[in-house]
C-alpha cells in the first residue's frame, strides 16, 4: 500500500542553523500538508500547498519557514534559523483531492533544536 | 478562536470492554471531521472523515457519530484488544472565508490490558 515517507526520522541542529525536512507524498496526491506537535501538545497545523503554490498557512508558519517541491516526488519544509522552540515532531500529509478528504500521515521527523 | 477538545485523555480499559470517547468542536464552519488512529512511532492512520449531521460509519469493531449542530462526535471501540492501544486524534476541518485547515484535540491515548 503506497504511503508517505520523510527523512530524516530524527534531526539534530544548533540554534540558528538551516535545517530541511524532507517528504515523499503519495504519488497520486495532490494535496500536501506540514504539522508539527510540541511535546505534549497539540499537532498544529502549519501550512498547505496545492498546485506549487501555498493554500493556507498559519500564524506559525512565519518568514522562517518555506515549502517546496523541487521535483514530482518530494515535499520540502525548510526553516531558515532553527530557535528552540522549533522542537518539535514535524508531520507531512497528502490528499488526493482537497480538504475534507483522508490525509495520509507520514511517520514524522523529530527535530531537536540545542 | 477555534478548538477542538477530546475527552478523557487517557483510558486504561481491560481486553473485552467496550469504549468511547468524546471529540467536542465549533458547531460554525464545519467541514468535515477526521478521527486518526496513531500508535507510538507509527504515522496517524485515517479511521473516518466525516461531513453529514447524522452520519455514522464503522471499521470493523470501531464506529464513530457525528452531531454537527451541537458540535460533538463519539468514537466507540466495541470488545477492545490489546492491539487497540493507541492515541486516537479528532480533527475538525474549518473552512471559512478566512481559515481552511486541519484543527485537531489532544488526542484520547487507550490503553487496553489483556
Given amino acids: 500500500e503506497p504511503e508517505v515517507t520523510q527523512t530524516p526520522s530524527h534531526q539534530v541542529t544548533q540554534m540558528g542553523q538551516e ?25 498544529e497545523f502549519l501550512v498547505s500547498f496545492y498546485n506549487n503554490e501555498i493554500s493556507e498557512k498559519s500564524e506559525i508558519f512565519d518568514d522562517q519557514f518555506s515549502v517546496e517541491r ?37 511517520p514524522g521527523t523529530r527535530l531537536t533544536v540545542l | 478562536i477555534l478548538n477542538v477538545e477530546q475527552s478523557p485523555q487517557s483510558l486504561h480499559v481491560q481486553e473485552g470492554d467496550s469504549t468511547n470517547f468524546t471529540c467536542s468542536f465549533p458547531s460554525s464552519n464545519f467541514y468535515a471531521l477526521h478521527w486518526y488512529r496513531w500508535e507510538t512511532a507509527k504515522s496517524p492512520e485515517a479511521l473516518f472523515v466525516m ?34 492501544s493507541a492515541t486516537y486524534l479528532c480533527a475538525f476541518w474549518a473552512r471559512s472565508y478566512n481559515t481552511d485547515k486541519l484543527i485537531f484535540g489532544t488526542g484520547t491515548r487507550l490503553q487496553v490490558f489483556p
Fill in chain 1, 19 to 43: 535545517v530541511i525536512l524532507r517528504c515523499v507524498p503519495i504519488s497520486n496526491h495532490l494535496y500536501f500538508y506540514w504539522y508539527r506537535q510540541i511535546l505534549g501538545q497539540k499537532v
Fill in chain 1, 70 to 106: 523541487p521535483d514530482g516526488s518530494n515535499f520540502t519544509l525548510k526553516i531558515r534559523s532553527t530557535k528552540l522552540e522549533d522542537s518539535a515532531m514535524y508531520f507531512c500529509a497528502s490528499s488526493e483531492l482537497y480538504a475534507g478528504e483522508t490525509q495520509y500521515f507520514g
Fill in chain 2, 51 to 84: 461531513t453529514l449531521n447524522g452520519d455514522e460509519k464503522k471499521k470493523g469493531r470501531i464506529s464513530a457519530t457525528l452531531n454537527t449542530k451541537e458540535g460533538y462526535s463519539y468514537l466507540y471501540i466495541k470488545g477492545s484488544q490489546p492491539e487497540d
